[in-house]
């Protein structure tokens, strides 16, 4: 694959910040993601709390502090404040990238001071309730790591679509392949070469763990179908000894170890590769995918199942999380698993070798640093605003028809461009058209932007006219005085738009 041609210069210093570096889809995320930008040639720091990942990128060079994101305890938070600050300036970070919501907070009132290129990833919906909404920074410029999380962010926050960059989980498809070396594991957790291996992946907190739970639940019935069965659970969290004694119960039930918990492990190539099914959901998955195995996608947010072609389209519309789908049940789960296990050795076959070849394809490490890299050049831009002025906030069908025109012809012209609309309903411009917009009659908000603005488009037909009123006169060549007193690049424009 081409690599991208980038404005961001080799060497640049870029701080990744997460909550923690255990087990985990954002933080398997932010690790894959530094060791790729580092390949590409840039020096990455990473931020945390610490956690299982921590070796594995000081391993690969990369320097990692430990400040205490993983709470909202107020002291914790004011000394990652601190110590967040003294990183920045000691290690002269060009750019700050934030994958969580706690340091996105920490670092959006750090950015507000000390100025530096800021930008966030969407890796999960989060709760907006109780004032939580307003303790969420979303960066000057976000990456959604899927469409859906893309339309929750311009939803609930109302960030434009042009400030959103949507990528993927970028895989490692050499660490996880069908050619991974698995005895080692298969001697530590007791497997036999003729053993029939389902593996799970996933954190065991109790927000993530109900899979795992209804996956033991069915080991049972499917025990009875399945020669040999053996399960490796792998993960931990805050429900890890419920989960554990439901297998405790379940290895008692059957007379022998069927169920394995291996706890919180940074190895999951090497425990995926003796499985012959996979069941787990978003990242987890993907690797499995990767690995050439055979995937059953169910989690806490929803159920999509054994996973082939036609299960495509959802799949990468809710980032394989199944958010919005049937929820997951054990019979669901039972019914994939017996359902794969009855189809004979090549179609088994067919559906690992079409998730590696997607995988592949679509879902590469390279890609996945790609796309952080465009967002960072747009933040290093610090684009110039272009505002909008016109008869808009009217409802008037022919000015809103103008104005999608112009908006749409931008888009075109300019990547993320960084588009303000004066409107009298700025709430309701900002939601149908997915750009920033301001009271029209807020003068000290419209000189404010004037400042930030290269360009002023005064757009529409008949608006420099006193037939309507000479007050609707004075207010269009107000602002347009208003641009050109700023001595920026200001253009009017008085074209008449024909409807299309």
Same mark, same amino acid.
């Given at each position: 694959?081409?690599?991208?041609?980038?404005?961001?210069?080799?060497?640049?210093?870029?701080?990744?910040?997460?909550?923690?570096?255990?087990?985990?889809?954002?933080?398997?995320?932010?690790?894959?993601?530094?060791?790729?930008?580092?390949?590409?040639?840039?020096?990455?720091?990473?931020?945390? +709390?610490? #956690?299982?990942?921590? &070796?594995?990128?000081? =391993?690969? %060079?990369? $320097?990692?502090? @430990? *400040?205490?994101?993983?709470? /909202?305890?107020?002291?914790?938070?004011?000394?990652?404040?601190?110590?967040?600050?003294?990183?920045?300036?000691?290690?002269?970070?060009?750019?700050?990238?934030?994958?969580?919501?706690?340091?996105?907070?920490?670092?959006?009132?750090?950015?507000?001071?000390?100025?530096?290129?800021?930008?966030?990833?969407?890796?999960?919906?989060? +709760?907006? #309730?109780?004032?939580? &909404?307003?303790?969420? =920074?979303? %960066?000057? $410029?976000?990456? @959604? *790591?899927?469409?859906?999380? /893309?339309?929750?962010?311009?939803?609930?926050?109302?960030?434009?679509?042009?400030?959103?960059?949507?990528?993927?989980?970028?895989?490692?498809?050499?660490?996880?392949?069908?050619?991974?070396?698995?005895?080692?594991?298969?001697?530590?957790?007791?497997?036999?070469?003729?053993?029939?291996?389902?593996?799970?992946?996933?954190?065991?907190?109790?927000?993530?763990?109900?899979?795992?739970?209804?996956?033991?639940?069915?080991?049972?019935?499917?025990?009875?179908?399945?020669?040999?069965?053996?399960?490796?659970?792998?993960?931990?969290?805050?429900?890890?000894?419920?989960?554990?004694?439901?297998?405790?119960?379940?290895?008692?039930?059957?007379?022998?170890?069927?169920?394995?918990?291996?706890?919180?492990?940074?190895?999951?190539?090497?425990?995926?590769?003796?499985?012959?099914?996979?069941?787990?959901?978003?990242?987890?998955?993907?690797?499995?995918?990767?690995?050439?195995?055979?995937?059953?996608?169910?989690?806490?947010?929803?159920?999509?199942?054994?996973?082939?072609?036609?299960?495509?389209?959802?799949?990468?519309?809710?980032?394989?999380?199944?958010?919005?789908?049937?929820?997951?049940?054990?019979?669901?789960?039972?019914?994939?698993?017996?359902?794969?296990?009855?189809?004979?050795?090549?179609?088994?076959?067919?559906?690992?070798?079409?998730?590696?070849?997607?995988?592949?394809?679509?879902?590469?490490?390279?890609?996945?640093?790609?796309?952080?890299?465009?967002?960072?050049?747009?933040?290093?831009?610090?684009?110039?605003?272009?505002?909008?002025?016109?008869?808009?906030?009217?409802?008037?069908?022919?000015?809103?028809?103008?104005?999608?025109?112009?908006?749409?012809?931008?888009?075109?012209?300019?990547?993320?461009?960084?588009?303000?609309?004066?409107?009298?309903?700025?709430?309701?411009?900002?939601?149908?058209?997915?750009?920033?917009?301001?009271?029209?009659?807020?003068?000290?908000?419209?000189?404010?932007?004037?400042?930030?603005?290269?360009?002023?488009?005064?757009?529409?037909?008949?608006?420099?006219?006193?037939?309507?009123?000479?007050?609707?006169?004075?207010?269009?060549?107000?602002?347009?005085?208003?641009?050109?007193?700023?001595?920026?690049?200001?253009?009017?424009?008085?074209?008449?738009?024909?409807?299309?």
């Amino acid at each position: 694959m081409k690599e991208q041609v980038s404005t961001l210069e080799k060497g640049a210093n870029i701080l990744l910040s997460l909550m923690q570096l255990n087990i985990g889809g954002a933080e398997t995320h932010v690790v894959e993601l530094a060791k790729e930008l580092k390949r590409k040639g840039f020096n990455v720091i990473v931020t945390s +709390n610490g #956690g299982v990942y921590v &070796k594995e990128l000081e =391993d690969a %060079g990369i $320097k990692h502090y @430990a *400040v205490p994101l993983q709470n /909202k305890n107020p002291l914790n938070m004011l000394k990652s404040a601190r110590l967040l600050k003294k990183i920045i300036k000691d290690e002269k970070i060009d750019i700050v990238h934030s994958h969580a919501r706690i340091p996105s907070f920490i670092l959006g009132k750090l950015h507000k001071r000390m100025k530096f290129p800021f930008v966030t990833t969407a890796h999960w919906v989060f +709760n907006t #309730g109780y004032g939580l &909404k307003y303790i969420t =920074d979303w %960066g000057e $410029k976000t990456v @959604a *790591v899927s469409e859906d999380i /893309k339309t929750y962010l311009m939803d609930n926050y109302h960030i434009p679509a042009g400030d959103i960059n949507v990528t993927i989980n970028g895989i490692d498809t050499e660490k996880f392949s069908p050619k991974t070396d698995c005895e080692d594991i298969k001697n530590e957790l007791g497997i036999k070469d003729d053993d029939t291996v389902i593996t799970y992946v996933s954190r065991l907190d109790e927000s993530r763990s109900l899979v795992a739970k209804q996956l033991i639940e069915a080991v049972p019935e499917i025990d009875k179908v399945v020669d040999n069965l053996k399960v490796i659970v792998v993960g931990a969290g805050d429900d890890y000894d419920n989960v554990k004694t439901m297998a405790d119960s379940v290895n008692q039930k059957l007379g022998r170890d069927v169920i394995v918990l291996t706890g919180a492990r940074t190895d999951i190539n090497k425990l995926i590769a003796p499985c012959k099914l996979f069941v787990g959901v978003s990242r987890a998955a993907l690797e499995a995918m990767a690995a050439d195995k055979p995937v059953i996608i169910a989690g806490n947010e929803g159920y999509i199942g054994l996973f082939d072609e036609s299960k495509l389209a959802v799949g990468i519309d809710t980032n394989f999380c199944c958010r919005g789908c049937e929820m997951s049940d054990s019979e669901l789960i039972k019914r994939d698993v017996l359902k794969f296990f009855n189809l004979d050795e090549n179609k088994q076959k067919e559906l690992g070798e079409y998730g590696r070849e997607l995988i592949k394809k679509e879902y590469s490490v390279t890609r996945m640093a790609d796309d952080s890299i465009k967002v960072y050049d747009w933040a290093l831009q610090k684009n110039k605003e272009i505002l909008i002025s016109g008869y808009y906030g009217f409802k008037n069908s022919g000015d809103d028809a103008l104005l999608q025109a112009i908006i749409n012809d931008l888009k075109q012209y300019k990547e993320s461009p960084n588009i303000v609309v004066l409107s009298a309903n700025p709430a309701e411009t900002m939601e149908y058209y997915k750009v920033k917009s301001i009271n029209r009659l807020n003068v000290l908000k419209i000189a404010k932007h004037m400042k930030k603005a290269d360009m002023l488009i005064s757009g529409g037909g008949t608006l420099i006219q006193d037939r309507t009123s000479t007050k609707s006169l004075w207010y269009y060549l107000t602002v347009i005085a208003m641009a050109k007193k700023e001595k920026y690049e200001s253009y009017a424009l008085f074209k008449r738009y024909r409807s299309a």
